[in-house]
Each structure stands twice: as C-alpha cells, then as structure tokens.
Nanobody, 124 residues
C-alpha cells in the first residue's frame, strides 16, 4: 500500500516562502510520477504541479509558474514543492499525489494515491 505524508505547511505573510515535502513509501518511488494539488475553502481541488518519474520533466498550472518549483529526490523517496512569492490566494490545503505512470499531468484521475494534506495559509 502506497503511503504519502506531507509536511511543511504553515502560516506565512504574503511575499514569503514555504517548502512542502512529501514522503512516500510502499513501492518503488522512482518508477512513478508525482503531483501536487490544492484545495481552497469552498473550492474544488485543483492541480498545481507534477514531476516525471526521473525528475527530468515538470509541469505547472499557469498561475504558479515562476513562483513554485517541484522537485524530487529518488534516493530519499521524497517530492518537494518550493513556494516563493506567496499570495493570499495560495491559501489552501496542499495534497501530494502519486501516479501509476512515468509521466503525469493535471488530471486527478491519473493519481490513485493521495496524502492527507497540509494547510498553507498566506496572510495579507
């Protein structure tokens, strides 16, 4: 059974930075793409970023490009989301997700495994 545990959320002022981490276990981490999603209060969960199995490719939703960076360390079975220049509208619960393929995108159905989420709150 794949387990994903997020950490690193918290409260930060607008313009600040946070680094989210996701620790994975239960299967060979390096064989699968990973993603980050978020869900703001009263809104549906939405795609943020994804990274290929070997870290060579990454995709982002337009409104985080240039501010967020997804990366992975296959030796440590972790995926990270570095978030800079945070805005109040980035406030959400952030979820780590694992795909069953080498590459993945924004479709939530590509990700059968999900963490429980970590809260990120950006104050103005």
């Amino acid at each position: 059974q794949v387990q994903l545990v997020e950490s690193g959320g918290g409260l930060v002022q607008a313009g600040g930075s946070l680094r989210l981490s996701c620790a994975a276990s239960g299967r060979t981490f390096s064989n699968y793409a990973m993603g980050w999603f978020r869900q703001a209060p009263g809104k549906e969960r939405e795609f943020v970023a994804a990274i290929s199995y070997n870290g060579a490719g990454a995709v982002y939703v337009d409104y985080v490009k240039g501010r967020f960076t997804i990366s992975r360390d296959n030796a440590k079975n972790t995926v990270t989301l570095q978030m800079n220049s945070l805005r109040p509208q980035d406030t959400a619960v952030y979820y780590c997700a694992a795909a069953n393929t080498y590459h993945s995108g924004s479709f939530q159905g590509e990700y059968p495994y999900w963490g429980q989420g970590t809260q990120v709150t950006v104050s103005s």
